[in-house]
């Protein structure tokens, strides 16, 4: 007898499509549907129209979560397509202990946020904490880390004299503790995919430019650089997704996004009003732009991909 | 010139290495130190206890000394178990002498972690909740996948890309619905909050497609003249063809699941069903000043992982290098 084909493919997708369906399609959609709410915990929301979003506009804190978030991204996105092309580079030269090497960079990225988050708290500790240690033998005053609302290029520049003004300032040093955190935790997996795509590079580029006598760091620019650029926008798009959501950091290593709210990124927001303060409606309408952000975003990166690949 | 080069690789290399390593071995050596050798901070790495005595005649007596007034000092007097045993006597200084004892390692620090809140519980709740989901995601995953990488059906590709796009969308964004959801379900509060909706996994879906539709085609012909029903080809011909895709997506759905914290956060009040790392998150908040019992409860709950990670690194870093490979 012939198999059934037209009704059994639907029966052995419908159990994923259920679970899919109901508690991802549905909530998202439900998501649009609360941000028009005056939505708070149990019972029914209330029809408000564009309120949480004129509220959303007018929210100053709001406002610093996302400046907060774009700090975040701008710096960590960059420092680490940066530092794992050069570690994948380096762990592409050598020969031995490669695998060794390979499972020590990658160890911070399967451990959980909620543990290195604990950790790393402790190595941001004012007094005893690992990080003030470290600046102690290069001779570097001890700094306040996680406590310190000022902006990290103003310290910078302060401490050799010049006084910048206040919109360079630039992140918290308390953020940037937390980039350095979320950096860290990263690299790994990221230096994973960029030596997998510097092993993709064929030879023959490299040969051709040896016998057109180009230098090592000619070869990186005008060979590596361009032929990598694939891997670069993957890496580009799926690390500014994920530093988008950071959450946990937040959550563990401050005060409920202090000092004076400048640790306090969009999803911790969007926690802190949901799950905090019960606006759930107006929660939502911050979940909602932020994901408006990310797609624009990410369309646009790839937009830019199109037009200079290789 | 090439060896210059590559003993810069190695050092730098090494250096990077330790940037990464770092603080995981100061999390172990600081669960294994004592409070007091913690705050004191002149054991940067190895835990060594420090600890004075009091020399005169043939006898040594450990004592604590209150203060030092110069040639006498103020101490206390201690026995075997470190009762006290005079108080506030007077001894000269210059028979003191500071011992250190070689490092000793505090392992109950982790009994003490372990016990002070109930880490036990929230192991088996977590994984109770991993490997539940776990099956899940194998079964849906598996007949979904049979589905679009070897079947011709109408409206099949739109399926597809709505998946695919719905992976797309971060957890953020739906996480104050959900929580409305699931508390209109009455699920609040319960293990179906932190199984269910976890039951299916579009990137394991999208994992197997690839992987069936890769089969050679003779296979499923040749069984299918010998009368093999359709879902007989799933049995008999895929599953063994797949073990390794399986493993890899298992090892996968365990460390997410096990590392899962905003969902379980939000979705669970009661402390009986708290998983491991949320246990661990009220841990930090209790038990903030007790630096040493919060670094041993870090080093257990990331252990099986660890454990897992080092088990199966070459699948793990295989399957993450081909992620950046597009096809």
């Not at chain 2, 901070?41 to 004075?52: A, G, M, V, W, Y």
Request: charged letters at 15%.
């Amino acid at each position: 007898m012939k198999p059934k084909w037209k009704i059994s493919p639907y029966l052995y997708i419908l159990p994923a499509l259920i679970i899919l369906v109901a508690f991802r399609l549905l909530p998202i959609v439900m998501s649009f549907v609360i941000s028009f709410y005056d939505w708070s915990i149990s019972g029914t929301g209330r029809f408000i129209g564009l309120e949480n979003y004129v509220t959303m506009f007018r929210d100053p804190i709001f406002w610093q979560s996302m400046m907060n978030t774009f700090w975040l991204v701008i710096i960590q996105v960059p420092a680490t397509i940066v530092l794992s092309l050069l570690f994948a580079v380096l762990l592409n030269r050598i020969k031995y202990v490669k695998s060794f090497f390979r499972i020590i960079y990658f160890m911070p990225y399967v451990t959980s946020l909620v543990a290195v988050s604990i950790v790393w708290k402790l190595i941001f500790n004012e007094q005893t904490g690992l990080a003030n240690t470290f600046l102690g033998y290069v001779g570097i005053s001890p700094q306040k880390w996680l406590a310190e609302a000022s902006g990290i290029f103003y310290l910078m520049f302060n401490s050799i004299g010049i006084e910048l003004p206040k919109f360079m300032h630039g992140p918290s040093q308390a953020l940037f503790a937390i980039i350095i955190l979320t950096v860290w935790k990263s690299l790994g997996y990221n230096t994973i995919i960029y030596l997998a795509g510097l092993q993709n590079i064929s030879k023959v580029y490299y040969e051709a430019a040896e016998i057109d006598g180009a230098s090592k760091s000619k070869q990186f620019w005008h060979v590596t650089v361009p032929l990598i650029s694939p891997t670069t926008f993957y890496v580009l798009i799926m690390t500014t997704i994920v530093s988008f959501q950071t959450f946990a950091q937040v959550y563990l290593m401050t005060d409920k996004g202090g000092p004076r709210n400048t640790t306090k990124l969009v999803v911790y927001y969007i926690y802190e009003k949901g799950f905090d303060m019960l606006e759930m409606g107006y929660a939502s309408a911050v979940a909602l732009a932020l994901f408006i952000l990310i797609l624009a975003l990410t369309v646009f990166q790839k937009r830019v991909e199109k037009h200079v690949n290789y | 010139m090439d060896k210059l080069r590559s003993i810069i690789t190695y050092a730098l290399l090494i250096i990077f290495g330790l940037t990464m390593v770092v603080p995981f071995i100061w999390m172990l050596s600081t669960s294994l130190m004592t409070q007091s050798e913690f705050n004191k901070q002149d054991t940067l790495f190895i835990p060594k206890e420090e600890f004075h005595v009091w020399n005169h005649g043939d006898d040594s007596q450990r004592i604590l000394v209150v203060m030092d007034k110069g040639e006498t000092s103020i101490v206390h007097t201690l026995d075997k178990d470190l009762n006290i045993i005079d108080e506030y006597k007077e001894v000269p200084t210059s028979e003191i002498e500071l011992l250190r004892k070689k490092p000793s390692l505090h392992w109950d620090n982790y009994v003490k972690a372990f016990t002070k809140v109930p880490f036990g519980l929230y192991f088996a709740n977590t994984l109770y909740v991993s490997f539940a989901s776990l099956i899940g995601v194998l079964i849906t995953s598996m007949l979904a996948a049979y589905a679009f990488g070897r079947m011709e059906f109408k409206g099949r590709d739109f399926l597809f890309y709505l998946f695919l796009s719905m992976m797309m969308v971060p957890q953020p964004i739906y996480m104050i619905s959900s929580y409305i959801l699931l508390d209109k379900l009455n699920w609040l509060d319960t293990y179906n909050a932190l199984i269910v909706p976890w039951l299916a996994n579009i990137f394991t879906i999208f994992l197997f497609r690839q992987h069936f539709k890769s089969l050679p085609k003779e296979l499923f012909d040749a069984a299918s003249i010998d009368g093999c029903s359709t879902f007989g080809m799933l049995w008999r011909i895929i599953m063994p063809l797949s073990k390794p895709i399986i493993a890899t997506a298992s090892i996968f759905s365990l460390i997410t699941s096990w590392n899962s914290f905003m969902w379980p956060l939000v979705m669970v009040n009661r402390p009986e069903l708290r998983v491991l790392q949320v246990g661990l998150s009220y841990f930090n908040q209790e038990a903030s000043t007790q630096t040493t019992l919060l670094m041993a409860a870090s080093t257990f709950s990331i252990l099986p992982v660890l454990l897992l990670f080092f088990f199966a690194q070459k699948q793990i870093i295989a399957s993450t290098a081909k992620a950046g490979m597009k096809d």
